[in-house]
Every structure is written in structure tokens, then in C-alpha cells.
């Protein structure tokens, strides 16, 4: 059984639960997985995602690559760089639980902030990769 949505499930939570987090993105923390149509800024969205076999014996070893977008209207690069950076500070080499399944590594690989066309939104990226494998 794939451990895509396990994982999402487990980013999600540590994500929505982060103190940090919550500091930019209020309490509840608005982490989503679809915004709302009417959602407030700044918001991190658990965005796009793969996942791919990478065994090189057979086996079930999973590599995922998965985004997280920051959209915030902070007056500038600021604000979306630090919440892209207590997002890395949740995640990157964070042993997570993922139901059914052993997370081998978390790690992100890179990020970055542009300003949206608009001229007022900026938008964080960061993609991250993790490793699984299914529990014995």
C-alpha cells in the first residue's frame, strides 16, 4: 500500500500543530490542503506531490517529492521566508509517524519567494523529498 496519503496526513498534522507556525499563521495554523475560496493571508498549502519506486532489490521503498506553497501579502519577501524557514524547522529531519509505513528520511531540497504578478502577493516554495518504507 502506497504511503502517499500517510505521509501527506503526517505533514499536515505537524504542520497544523507547529507553534511556530502558528506565530504567522494563527491558531489554528491555516494549513490547507485546498484554501478556501475567502482565505486569509499569509496561508501554507500542502501542494503537489509524486512518489516513485526506488528498491533496488524488489523491495517497497517509496521516494516522495512534495511541495509546500506560502502565500502571503506580508509587505514583501519577509514574511513568506520565515514561514518557509519554521516550515523547514517542522519537517527537515523530522522522523514523523506515517501509519503503516517507516519514514527513512525527510529532508527538504529547496526554496524559494517571488512576487506574484499582482505586485502585493508573494508566493514561497519550498519541495521536499522523504523516503518510506513499509513497516515489518
Not at 506580508?74 to 524547522?89: D, N, P, V, Y
Not at 524559494?112 to 518510506?132: I, M, P, Q
Request: with cysteine; hydrophobic share 45%; aromatic share 8%.
Amino acid at each position: 500500500m502506497s504511503a502517499a496519503w500517510p505521509l501527506q496526513k503526517s505533514v499536515y498534522a505537524a504542520l497544523a500543530a507547529a507553534p511556530v507556525l502558528q506565530t504567522y499563521l494563527g491558531a489554528p495554523a491555516r494549513v490547507f490542503d485546498e484554501p478556501p475560496e475567502d482565505a486569509a493571508f499569509p496561508f501554507l498549502l500542502v501542494g503537489e506531490a509524486s512518489e516513485r519506486d526506488i528498491a533496488a532489490t524488489g523491495g517497497e521503498t517509496s521516494e516522495h517529492i512534495f511541495l509546500l506553497h506560502v502565500w502571503s501579502r506580508g509587505g514583501g519577501r519577509k514574511e513568506a521566508k520565515l514561514i518557509l524557514a519554521a516550515a523547514h524547522a517542522v519537517l527537515h529531519d523530522q522522523m514523523l509517524a506515517v501509519e503503516g509505513h517507516r519514514l527513512v528520511n525527510l529532508r527538504c531540497a529547496e526554496s524559494s519567494v517571488v512576487r506574484e504578478d499582482d505586485g502585493e502577493t508573494y508566493h514561497g516554495l519550498a519541495r521536499f523529498r522523504a523516503v518510506t518504507e513499509p513497516e515489518t
